[in-house]
C-alpha cells in the first residue's frame, strides 16, 4: 500500500468505526437522523459490527506499514483521533440541526 | 464539608470530619507509598529467590508496585473506615519491608 | 424495564471518589498543566531548537558518516582551549539536529558548542532553547538538588493516575456521552462534557503517557528494590540493568586509540544502526573508556545499546544487552520518550499533549464555575486564588513561553549569559503573568487579556522570526526548512485560536447567579 495512501486510509476507517459508535447511540441517532424513536435494535448490531471490523482493518493496515510495535501504538492513537474527529462532527451536525 | 463516603462510626467517639479527612490523604499519599515501597522490596528479594538477575528482580518489582500505587491511594479513600485503610496500607508496608529485610539475611 | 440493573460501579464508590478527584485536580492542576505543556513542547524540542538557534538551521545532513577523528576530534581541542581534558562527548548529527552537540568537561571548567558535521565550530547559540530549557523544565522542574525536582513532578503524576482513574469511576454515563459534546447553552455542563471527552477518548494515550514517564525514572523515585538487592547502590544497578560500565583514572597518560573504527565496531555488534552519541571518559589516561550509544529513530525501546570500549587499544569492554524485564522497561519509557522518528506519531503525541492540557483546565475551570455558585457573584478570597492559579498556569505559562521566545530573536547576540536571561525573563514574565490574574480577578480572572497577549506575542515571534533571519514560510517551504516552517505554523494558529478566543470572551456577559443556580449537569 503507497505511502500516502496509508495514513488517510487508516484515519478514514477510525473516523468511520466511531461515526458508526455515534449512531448507535440513541441520543445522536435522535438528533441527527430521525427524532421520533431510536435507532432499531437490528441496525444497531449492524452498526457496531460495521466499527468492529473498521477497527480490525485499520489494525491490520498499520501493522502491515509499521510493523508489530509502531503499528499497535499508531493504531491505539489513531483511534482517539478518530474518536476526537466524529465527536466534533457530532457537535457540529448537532449545532446546525437545533439551529 | 465534602468528605468520602464514610459509614465510619469510630469506635462510639466522634471524630471531626477534618480528622479524618486529613488521615484519608495521609493514609492515600504516605500509606500507599510505604506499601508500594514494601511490594518493591519483598518482590524484589522473591524475584531474586526465583533465581531472576538482581537488576531484573528490582524492575520488575518496581514496576509491579508502581501499578499498585495509585490504586491504593484511591483504595484509601474508597474504603469505609480509615483505621482499616491505614492498617491494609501501612501495616501491610510494614510487614513487607520486614519481611523484605528477613528475606535478604535469610539469602546471603 | 421490570428487573434493576445491577450497577458495575456502586453509587457509594462513585461518591468516594469524588473528592480525592477534585482537591487533587484543584491542589496539582497548575503544577500538571506545566507538566503536560511542556511535555507537548518537547516532543518537538529540536524543531523549536532550529528556531531560536538560527545558526543550526544549516540544511540536511550530507550522505556519509561524520568522521570522530578528523571532524570531531579537532573540535574537542577547540573547545578544550588548551586546558586537559578529563572527560568529553558528542551528540551526532541527525536527521532533526543537522550539526553536533558536544560537551568537553576540563580541569577548570566546562566547555559546550555546536559545529557543521565537517567539523566547523559555531559560534555559540546563546540560548538553552527546547532541549535545554522546556524539556528539563517538563521532568524536573529544573530543580537538581538531591533529585527534589523529579520527585515533585512524579508525585503529581501519581495525582495525575489517580485522577485518571477516579475519572473514570466517577463517569456516570461513560457510553452513551461518549460523544457528547453540549457547546451550546451553560458554559458549565459545556466544560464538563470537553472534560470528559478530552479524558474518555484519550484515556488510553493519558495512562499510557503518566505511567512511563515515571518509569522512566523508577529507581529515583522507588528505590525499595535497589535498596534491597544493591544496598541503595544505584550506579551498580544501572551498570547492572543498562549494561554500564565505568572505571577511574589511573593517572598515566596514554593516547587515544583511532574512534572511528570502534563506531565500525559497534554497527557490527548492533547489526546495523547508526551511532547516536560518543563519550570519551578520562581522555588521555591509560584507563580511558570510549562509549558509543546507538541512534533510536527506527525503534520504539529507548534502549540505546551502549558499547564500552578501551581507549587506548579499541577493544570492547562491555556490551551487554539487557535482561527480558529491562528490555520492557526500556519499551516503556520509550513509549514516553518518543525518539523515534515517526511523523504522523510525533505529531498525535503533540496533539494529545495539549488535549492532556485541555483535560486538567476545563476540570480546574469547571470547579471554578460550580464554586462560584456556592460563594456568590462577589467570589472571596479562596476562590480567587484558584481563579488566579488557574489563570497563570494557563494563559500566563502561554505568555511566558511565546515572551520568551520573541525575547529569543530580540536579545542581542552578544550580551553575557544570554541563555540565562532569557531564562530568567520566562520566569520574571510567568510571574507578571500570575500576579496580573491575582490583581485582575474580581468574578472572573483576566482571561480576554491574556489571551491577547498570546495572540499579540505568538504573531510578533513569526513577525520576528521572519525579520531577524530571513526566513518567511515560503523560504522555508522552498529550502525544506520543515521544522521552522512547522514551528512557525503552530505560532500563527496559537495567535488566531487565542485572538478568537479573546474576542469571544471579551463579549461574554458578567456571570449571574441566578442562571448558574439552574444549571443541572447532565440534563
Not at chain 3, 224 to 236: H, I, K, P, T
Not at chain 3, 319 to 328: D, I, L, W
Amino acid at each position: 500500500m503507497p505511502d500516502a495512501l496509508m495514513l488517510p486510509g487508516l484515519f478514514g476507517l477510525c473516523y468511520f468505526a466511531f461515526a458508526a459508535l455515534a449512531l448507535s447511540v440513541e441520543r445522536h441517532w435522535r438528533d441527527l437522523v430521525e427524532s421520533r424513536r431510536g435507532p432499531p435494535r437490528r441496525t444497531v448490531f449492524r452498526l457496531r459490527l460495521a466499527a468492529l471490523l473498521c477497527m480490525a482493518a485499520a489494525l491490520s493496515v498499520a501493522i502491515r506499514h509499521d510493523g508489530t510495535g509502531f503499528g499497535i501504538l499508531l493504531w491505539a492513537l489513531a483511534l482517539s483521533a478518530g474518536a476526537l474527529a466524529v465527536a466534533a462532527t457530532v457537535t457540529w451536525r448537532t449545532r446546525s440541526v437545533r439551529g | 464539608m465534602k468528605t468520602a463516603g464514610q459509614s465510619g462510626r469510630l469506635e462510639g467517639r466522634a471524630v471531626p470530619p477534618r480528622l479524618r479527612t486529613a488521615a484519608r490523604v495521609a493514609a492515600a499519599v504516605f500509606g500507599a507509598y510505604g506499601f508500594a515501597w514494601g511490594l518493591a522490596a519483598f518482590g524484589a528479594e522473591l524475584g531474586a529467590f526465583a533465581g531472576m538477575a538482581p537488576a531484573e528482580a528490582v524492575t520488575a518489582s518496581s514496576l509491579l508496585a508502581l501499578v499498585v500505587l495509585p490504586v491504593a491511594s484511591l483504595w484509601a479513600f474508597a474504603v469505609p473506615r480509615v483505621t482499616v485503610g491505614w492498617a491494609v496500607l501501612g501495616g501491610g508496608g510494614v510487614l513487607l519491608i520486614a519481611a523484605s529485610q528477613f528475606a535478604g539475611t535469610v539469602g546471603q | 424495564m421490570t428487573a434493576k440493573k445491577r450497577k458495575l460501579i456502586s453509587p457509594a464508590l462513585r461518591a468516594a471518589m469524588l473528592w480525592p478527584h477534585t482537591w487533587a485536580g484543584v491542589t496539582l492542576g497548575g503544577l500538571l498543566m506545566l507538566i503536560f505543556f511542556m511535555g507537548s513542547l518537547a516532543v518537538f524540542a529540536s524543531e523549536i531548537d532550529r528556531w531560536m538557534m538560527p545558526a543550526t538551521r544549516v540544511g540536511t545532513v550530507e550522505a556519509g558518516p561524520v568522521s570522530l577523528d578528523h571532524a570531531v576530534l579537532p573540535v574537542v581541542e577547540r573547545l578544550a582551549a588548551g586546558r586537559a581534558v578529563r572527560d568529553w562527548y558528542v551528540q551526532l548529527p541527525d536527521e532533526r539536529r543537522p550539526v553536533m552537540a558536544l560537551q568537553v568537561r576540563t580541569e577548570t571548567g566546562n566547555a559546550g558548542g555546536m559545529a557543521t558535521a565537517d567539523g566547523q565550530l559555531l559560534p555559540p547559540v546563546g540560548t538553552l532553547g527546547g532541549t535545554y530549557f522546556f524539556y528539563p523544565l517538563h521532568y524536573s522542574l529544573h530543580l537538581r538538588a538531591g533529585f527534589i525536582g523529579y520527585w515533585i513532578v512524579c508525585f503529581a503524576s501519581v495525582a495525575m493516575l489517580a485522577g485518571l482513574i477516579s475519572g473514570v469511576i466517577i463517569h456516570a454515563r461513560i457510553f452513551k456521552d461518549f460523544f457528547t459534546f453540549r457547546s451550546w447553552g451553560q458554559i458549565r455542563r459545556s466544560l464538563l462534557d470537553l472534560h470528559n471527552l478530552t479524558g474518555v477518548l484519550v484515556l488510553p494515550f493519558h495512562l499510557m503517557i503518566t505511567i512511563t514517564g515515571i518509569v522512566i525514572v523508577l529507581p529515583i523515585v522507588l528505590p525499595a528494590g535497589v535498596q534491597a538487592l544493591y544496598g541503595g547502590d544505584v550506579r551498580r544497578f544501572y551498570d547492572d540493568a543498562l549494561g554500564n560500565y565505568s572505571r577511574p583514572r589511573s593517572s598515566i597518560a596514554a593516547p587515544l586509540a583511532p574512534l572511528d573504527p570502534m563506531v565500525a565496531e559497534a554497527r557490527r555488534l548492533w547489526g546495523g544502526g547508526e551511532p547516536a552519541v560518543v563519550f570519551v571518559y578520562n581522555a588521555g589516561d591509560a584507563a580511558s573508556v570510549v562509549r558509543i550509544n546507538r541512534a533510536l529513530r527506527d525503534r520504539i525501546s529507548l534502549d540505546v545499546q551502549p558499547v564500552f570500549f578501551d581507549g587506548v587499544t579499541g577493544q570492547v569492554l562491555k556490551y551487554q544487552p539487557p535482561g527480558p524485564v529491562v528490555a520492557t522497561h526500556r519499551v516503556l519509557s520509550g513509549l514516553h520518550f518518543a525518539a523515534f522518528d515517526h511523523w504522523p506519531l510525533r505529531w498525535l503525541y503533540f496533539l494529545f499533549g495539549m488535549s492532556g492540557c485541555v483535560l486538567i483546565g476545563t476540570g480546574m475551570l469547571y470547579w471554578m464555575e460550580k464554586r462560584r455558585v456556592a460563594h456568590g457573584v462577589k467570589p472571596g478570597v479562596g476562590w480567587r486564588s484558584v481563579a488566579a492559579i488557574a489563570c497563570g498556569s494557563t494563559s500566563g505559562l502561554l505568555v511566558a513561553t511565546l515572551a520568551m521566545m520573541a525575547a529569543n530573536r530580540l536579545l542581542p547576540a552578544g550580551i553575557p549569559s544570554r541563555e540565562l536571561v532569557e531564562v530568567g525573563l520566562f520566569f520574571l514574565i510567568w510571574i507578571g503573568s500570575a500576579v496580573h490574574a491575582a490583581v485582575r480577578t474580581r468574578t472572573d480572572p483576566p482571561w480576554s487579556e491574556q489571551c491577547t497577549a498570546v495572540a499579540l506575542l505568538a504573531a510578533a515571534c513569526v513577525a520576528l522570526n521572519w525579520i531577524t533571519t530571513g526566513e518567511h514560510p515560503i523560504r522555508a517551504v522552498a529550502s525544506a526548512d520543515w521544522a521552522v516552517l512547522g514551528v512557525d505554523a503552530v505560532l500563527a494558529l496559537t495567535a488566531f485560536a487565542a485572538w478568537r478566543v479573546s474576542r469571544r470572551l471579551a463579549q461574554r456577559p458578567d456571570p449571574e447567579l441566578s442562571n448558574l443556580a439552574k444549571v443541572t449537569d447532565h440534563a
